[in-house]
Each structure stands twice: as structure tokens, then as C-alpha cells.
């Protein structure tokens, strides 16, 4: 051991060292440095620092990175590269700025941590700005496939899919991998068609999709309209022979569950094996989502039957499934097998109980699972937040709101939803319309979508504010929809306001002229007034056309038999 006395010898020791290193393995590497002499050394200080941001010990790498009198551009690059993959990527940012500020040029390693870092913050701002240090220190040019992919991906991530076309257009090489991170950002941003087209222009360029490329545009297809296209993309992969690839396979399971086709579904599933956790946890999920949430837990019991290894995904769409069902009773027995297995700490198994026992009435036993988080994210809020709005909790609905306000927790349009349908059930008007407001403030969110208005629209219409709601849809940003027209016309039956009825009636049917509910609510509006005569002509209208009130129907459990 005689050669780990020199810092050659001792960064070598370090390069062969566990990975990822313990903490306390990498503490002792610190001591063994020190006691060594290499304190002062960049070479081994370099390679210690690594060897801490590779253990996720970030604090204790920025420490000696504070600590060291001497630092190269690889000791900038690997403190850059640890903090980019942390809890917090903006400390890559900062780190980016102290460099260049000391007059270390970035390198093509540098640029591509920190703007990893940037994508993870969804920060297009900063992304642009590191866009233009790249160009002007050279670093992004045709030479540098991996920044460009990196810009490409970047951009992506930020939801500026324009940008990041433009970057792909503009690098000269390109590889599967530049052109699958623009993919992804197309299926993200729901543009199937262009996620198709780009791989069409892939292949023209000469480069070969792989597994990820296809993964990703199957991923874009997401509602019944695409379903076609979606049959088309699976058409390509079996051409390709990638049908039984794991992650292709949980694609499209994913993608027919999405797209509502049972029937697909069930023909990809065979092809599942009883040890492909993967493939089983998208069964679990895709089976939940097409609503057949006891064919799910079935499942989940052959899994286990057939010694499969289950993960927080497994539990995370396993209390989604009993969620949609009504089994409490599973949802019990899978929460004792979370504590069992020892993930009762995972987040995303915590924000599942949160949403199971909530949709199955059993707040208090949500709202204590939710104080068990140690750190709850947007998800756990939200979870909670739907709870209680979903049983008519209004009023601890807007505690939980105020709460997260104080705490600073940035709501979503998710959140806004959940806290003006509450608003509306129990009706808190002033406070729906407090709300409503603060959503067009430069603080949350850019303006209220077209679910937002259907809340506020009831919620002035439950309230008797009929001709508030009907300016309200008149002076809409967006094109009103069906849901709408549907509340207001709602609002009018219960009121008793035939003239506005007869309004929205008209609107709704020219738009949706085939729509059941129009004819059924203005022929209701009508008996609710008196007019016999004109509620029985709707119904001979809807008869004319051959519009069929769609019959409704519940389902109780019996001995965990559903009947």
C-alpha cells in the first residue's frame, strides 16, 4: 500500500472505490487525505470531492470545495456536476456564476451539468441566458453533439418546444439522442403529430430510432383521438422487433390504458412476463385508469403469488386502483403490507394512502397519514385539498389552502381546482371569487382554464347569480365549452330562470347539437315553470333526432362481492 502514500496513488485508491460510497467511507477517505498531507493537493482534493458528490454528500463537498487554496476546471466541473443532480439544482447555477466569475472558461463538461441542472429547474430564463455563454465561449458548436442534445433536452423540459426545435435544426451533428430528448419534449407538451413527424424526419436524416425514441413518442399518445396513431407507432416498433422490450412493453400498456382501448390492452398484456415488474406495475396502473380496479388487485395478488418483486410504484398504483374502487377493506390490507415491506416512508406511497382513504370517506385517517409526511410535496397538498372538498369539507379546505400559502408552497392549477370546487359546494362565493382573482396574479398562475370557469360559473349559479355567471361566460378569454353552458343551464333549473335558460339552451345546442343534456335540462327548465307544453316538445326534439338520455347507474359492495 506503499504507492497510496502519493496523491497519484491516492486518487487511484478513490477511482476503485464502492460506488455509489457510503458516507462514512467517503468521511474516511477525508481523514486518510488529511492525515496523508494531501490537504492542500488539487489533484487528490479534486478526487475527494468527487468521491463526496458521488455519496450525495453535497454539503460536505461544498465544504471542502470552500476549504481548498487550490481548484482546476475539473474541481469547478465536479462541484457543478454533484449539485446537478441534487435536491437543489439551482446550487449548479450559482456554482456556474462563481466560476466564471474567477475566470475559469467553461468546458463542454461544465455547460452540460449546468444546464441538466437548468431542465430540472424548468427555468427557460436561465436556460437562454446559459444558451448564450455556450455560443460565446464556443462550446455548442457542431463539434459538441452532447451540448447540443443538452440544449435540445433543456428547452424540452422547460415547455419551450419552439426553442428547442430551433437548437436541434441549427446543430450540425446530430445523434438518437438529440433527436429523442425533442420527442419527449413533444410528448410532454401533448403534440403527438409533431412527435410523429420528427421521427419520420429521424429516420430520413439516416438515424435509426431506438428504444427510448420510441418509447417516448408512444408516450404522446394520451386520449381516445389518438389512438389511431398510437396503433400505428406499435405498428412500427414489432416491425422493429421491440415489441417485447420491457420498457416499450410498459409503454404501451401505458398508452392503451390512456388512450381507452380495453381490447388493445388486453393484447399487449399477454405478452407480459410474471416476473417483469416493470410491465406489471403498468398493468396495475393501465387496468386502474380503464376503471377495473378489482382486476387490478387481482393482478397485484398474482404478482405476489408468483414471488415478483413490488416497489412504490407497485403500492403507488395499487392504492390508486382501490381508490377508484370501493373496497376499503384492500386498501387496509395494502396499507399493512406498505408497513410491512418497509415503504411507508416513500412520498408517492404516502400521497397514494392520503388519496385512497380520502376517496373511500375516511378523512381522519387521510389527514393522518398526510401528518406522517416528513416533507410533503405539491401531491400530498393536493391529495389532502381533494379530500375534503370531495366530502364537503369547504371550510378546511381554505385552512389547508392558507396554509400552504404560508408555508410558501406554490399551488398548481390542480390546487385552484380543488379549493374553488369546494368553494362552490358549500358556498363560500366571496372566497371562490378571492381565489379565482389571485389565479391571474403574476404570483401563481398565468390565468384561469376553461375547468376554473365551470367552478366559478356553479358557484355563482348555486349562489343565484345568474346573470353575474352569464356575463362571466360571456367575457371568457377562451371558447366556452360544453361544461360551461352546462353549469349555467344547471343553475337556471334550480332557480327557475327560463329566459336564461332558453339562452344557454341555444348555444349549447347549435355547438353540441347532438348533446343529451341540453335538451334534458331545457325540457326540465321548462316543467319547472309551468310550460307542459314546450318540455314536451324538447322531448319529442330529442326523439326526432334520435338523442338517448344515457341511463345512470351505482353499485354497492356486498361481502367484498361488487353487485
Not at 429516420?203 to 428504444?211: D, F, H, M, T
Not at 418483486?309 to 377508484?324: E, P, R, Y
Not at 389527514?367 to 410533503?376: E, L, Q
Not at 309551468?530 to 314536451?536: K, R, T
Request: glycine share 8%; charged share 20%.
Amino acid at each position: 500500500m506503499r504507492h497510496v502514500r502519493t496523491p497519484r496513488g491516492f486518487v487511484q485508491l478513490l477511482a476503485g472505490a464502492e460506488v455509489p460510497p457510503s458516507r462514512s467511507a467517503a468521511g474516511q477517505f477525508h481523514a486518510a487525505s488529511t492525515k496523508l498531507g494531501f490537504a492542500a493537493n488539487v489533484f487528490a482534493g479534486t478526487a475527494l470531492l468527487n468521491l463526496y458528490c458521488r455519496s450525495r454528500c453535497l454539503r460536505e463537498a461544498q465544504q471542502l470545495f470552500d476549504e481548498m487554496p487550490e481548484k482546476s476546471s475539473v474541481t469547478w466541473s465536479s462541484l457543478i456536476y454533484g449539485h446537478a443532480r441534487s435536491r437543489d439544482p439551482g446550487l449548479a447555477v450559482e456554482a456556474f456564476g462563481r466560476m466564471v466569475r474567477a475566470g475559469v472558461s467553461p468546458t463542454a463538461s461544465v455547460m452540460s451539468s449546468v444546464l441538466v441542472a437548468c431542465a430540472r429547474m424548468e427555468d427557460a430564463g436561465i436556460g437562454a441566458m446559459l444558451h448564450g455563454v455556450a455560443l460565446k465561449c464556443g462550446v455548442c458548436g457542431s463539434s459538441s453533439v452532447v451540448v447540443g442534445t443538452v440544449l435540445v433536452d433543456m428547452y424540452a423540459k422547460c415547455h419551450d418546444v419552439s426553442a428547442a426545435r430551433r437548437v436541434l435544426e441549427e446543430t450540425e451533428e446530430k445523434n438518437v439522442a438529440t433527436f429523442t430528448a425533442l420527442v419527449s419534449g413533444f410528448a410532454s407538451a401533448r403534440k403527438p403529430l409533431d412527435a410523429m413527424v420528427l421521427v419520420r424526419e429521424m429516420q430520413q436524416s439516416g438515424v435509426a430510432p431506438n428504444v427510448m425514441t420510441y418509447s417516448s413518442l408512444l408516450s404522446s399518445f394520451a386520449s381516445p383521438e389518438d389512438l389511431d396513431h398510437g396503433r400505428q407507432a406499435h405498428c412500427a416498433v414489432v416491425k422493429k422487433g421491440l415489441e417485447h422490450n420491457p420498457y416499450v412493453l410498459s409503454t404501451l400498456l401505458t398508452m392503451y390504458s390512456k388512450c381507452g382501448s380495453l381490447e388493445d390492452f388486453r393484447k399487449v398484456q399477454t405478452a407480459v412476463s410474471c416476473q417483469d415488474q416493470v410491465s406489471l406495475n403498468s398493468v396495475i396502473s393501465g387496468l386502474s385508469s380503464l376503471g377495473r380496479g378489482d382486476e387490478a388487485f387481482h393482478q397485484f395478488m398474482v404478482m405476489r403469488r408468483n414471488g415478483a418483486d413490488t416497489d412504490v410504484f407497485t403500492f403507488a398504483s395499487m392504492l390508486k386502483a382501490i381508490g377508484n374502487s370501493s373496497s376499503l377493506l384492500e386498501g387496509r390490507q395494502v396499507h399493512a403490507l406498505i408497513l410491512k415491506t418497509g415503504h411507508e416512508s416513500d412520498v408517492n406511497v404516502q400521497n397514494g394512502l392520503i388519496s385512497m382513504y380520502a376517496r373511500q370517506g375516511e378523512i381522519g385517517e387521510s389527514t393522518d397519514v398526510f401528518a406522517s409526511v416528513r416533507a410533503p410535496d405539491l401531491v400530498s397538498w393536493n391529495s389532502l385539498l381533494s379530500g375534503y372538498a370531495q366530502h364537503g369539507y369547504g371550510q378546511e379546505v381554505v385552512q389547508v389552502f392558507e396554509q400552504m400559502r404560508r408555508l410558501n408552497v406554490q399551488p398548481d392549477h390542480t390546487t385552484f381546482l380543488l379549493v374553488l370546487t369546494a368553494c362552490s359546494r358549500v358556498g363560500l362565493v366571496d372566497k371562490g371569487l378571492e381565489y379565482f382573482n389571485l389565479m391571474k396574479t403574476d404570483r401563481f398562475l398565468a390565468g384561469a382554464r376553461q375547468e376554473h370557469y365551470v367552478c366559478i360559473v356553479d358557484l355563482l349559479g348555486r349562489a343565484g347569480h345568474l346573470r353575474e355567471a352569464e356575463s362571466l361566460v360571456h367575457d371568457m378569454p377562451i371558447e366556452p365549452g360544453v361544461s360551461v353552458y352546462r353549469a349555467l343551464l344547471s343553475a337556471c333549473q334550480i332557480h327557475g330562470n327560463l329566459e336564461i335558460a332558453i339562452r344557454v339552451s341555444a348555444h349549447l345546442i347549435k355547438l353540441y347539437p347532438h348533446d343529451s343534456s341540453a335538451h334534458v335540462q331545457l325540457s326540465k327548465a321548462f316543467a319547472g315553470d309551468g310550460h307542459w307544453g314546450s318540455a314536451a316538445e324538447v322531448r319529442e326534439a330529442m326523439a326526432g333526432k334520435g338523442i338517448v338520455k344515457n341511463p345512470a347507474w351505482s353499485c354497492v359492495e356486498d361481502q367484498m362481492q361488487v353487485a
